[in-house]
Every structure is written in C-alpha cells, then in structure tokens.
C-alpha cells in the first residue's frame, strides 16, 4: 500500500511541477507575440507580376523590406500592416518579432517582412509609418515596369540589389 501512495504522490508531484514550468513558458498563451522594438535602417524592395499586359487589370505587387541590422534568429519578422486607400499604400511598421509556433533558427540575418497586393497599374504614393515617422515614396506601375522616386526619407531606402520584375 506504500508503494501505490509513493507512486500517486509521485505522479501528482510531476504533473503540478511540469505545469509550473510550462506555464512560466506562457504555452497556454503561445498566441502571444512579444515584438522588440524597431532599430536602425530599412531596405525594401517593390516587384510587379510581368505577366499583365492590360492596363485596366490588377497586378500583383510584391513589397519586401528588411533590416539593415542583423539578429540572432535568421527568421525573426517585421511585424507590420499593410492598408490601401485611393492612391495611398501605407505600410505600418509595429515591431521584430518571432512566431510564437516557430523556433528560433539560430543564424544571424535580417528582420524580414513580405505584403502581396493586387492593384491597378497607375501612381501611388508609398508610406511607411515607423509610428509616426513618416518616409514617402512615389511609386509608379506600368504594366510590368515598377518605377520608385523618393519623396522624403529617413528610415528606409530602396535596395539597390532589387530585381525590379518578378518573374515566375
């Protein structure tokens, strides 16, 4: 009988001792992202699907950015929100964080985020917001030609590396 007591003592004890670790985890809360705060410079790049050649159909466009700075987890993200209005892309940077699901994959990398949109050819004026700071673009879409004049710029820049047609 004192064997059979040890043993559900034992088994009680484990269970409680693994839910004290998994919850100072946050496991039951893993949709929780915790988001470093932005730093340093951002390179974006804009490519267009080559494949429109009518000029009343959408195309679809392509925004990557990344960080200048590297860190320690090659998939660590640019959390950020995208929203068109009119001629207005506005690109909300939030944070760098890493997927909650995810493990970290441990080589130093760039931020990285990637926004797909499907708009009509025409000029746009392309904003990314760094809570409150503001850089500008004008972004301009012919057919399979993607053209980028900057307005006004502090944070971000356009990589010079950036295929400028995306080709499938």
Not at 33 to 56: H, I, R, T, Y
Not at 58 to 71: A, F, G, L, P
Not at 117 to 132: K, M, S, T
Not at 153 to 161: E, G, I
Request: proline share 5%; glycine share 4%.
């Amino acid at each position: 009988m004192s064997w059979l007591h040890n043993l559900k003592t034992s088994v009680i004890f484990c269970i409680v001792l693994i839910l004290l670790i998994f919850q100072s985890c946050d496991i039951f809360d893993s949709n929780q992202k915790e988001l470093a705060p932005l730093e340093g410079n951002f390179l974006f790049c804009v490519v267009s699907d080559d494949k429109n050649q009518n000029s009343l159909e959408k195309i679809k466009v392509i925004v990557s950015i990344y960080t200048e700075k590297h860190y320690p987890c090659a998939n660590f993200s640019i959390e950020s929100k995208v929203r068109v209005f009119g001629n207005r892309i506005t690109i909300s940077f939030l944070g760098i964080g890493l997927d909650p699901y995810w493990i970290c994959l441990p080589a130093f990398g760039p931020a990285s985020a990637r926004h797909s949109l499907q708009i009509l050819p025409g000029a746009y004026e392309l904003v990314f917001d760094n809570y409150g700071l503001k850089d500008k673009y004008m972004l301009t879409l012919r057919d399979s030609s993607v053209q980028i004049r900057k307005i006004s710029s502090q944070f971000t820049q356009p990589n010079p590396l950036c295929p400028w047609t995306l080709s499938n």
